[in-house]
């Protein structure tokens, strides 16, 4: 019940990870661009941090930039897995029911068979043993 409500929303989160990323990335480049130009006013300290925090900043933001295209790929396979899942599952939930479908018509032949057989007649026991055998071979081998 719960697992749709995960489901949907990892999704959603994965659609909106790469516009989120690529916006703190230009936000992050901004920021440092921003700290290196004050830096450059500022002769203290103070200027000498906001430097290099700028320079962390700047390349912080590209290499997450970076990261955009192998998370793309990962996010294709993973809806390639995806979707091969549910199509290698529905075939066999097909399968499965075909084969449910053809076994219960084998039980009732085999229950029809035994209604109409007279212990008496040989002949009606060779049937339905046969019919049994038949039935027996299909389901177990």
Sequence with gaps: MY???????????FDYYPADCSD?????NEMGRFL??????????AGK???????????????RLTLLSPLDRVHQEVKT???????D???????????RTE???ALLWMKNVSEELDPDTYKQLEKF???????IHIWIF
């Design 36 to 45: 290196k130009q004050y830096s450059l006013e500022d002769k203290t300290q």
């Design 49 to 63: 941090i906001m430097s290099a925090v700028g320079k962390a900043l700047s390349s912080s933001a590209q290499q």
């Design 3 to 13: 697992w749709h409500v995960i489901r949907e929303r990892c999704a959603v989160s």
């Design 81 to 87: 897995f995806r979707q091969q899942a549910i199509s």
């Design 103 to 105: 076994y219960r018509g």
């Design 89 to 99: 599952t529905t075939n066999t939930v097909k399968i499965m029911e075909q084969g």
């Design 129 to 135: 043993r046969c019919v049994q055998a038949q039935v």
């Design 24 to 28: 703190l990335s230009q936000a992050e």
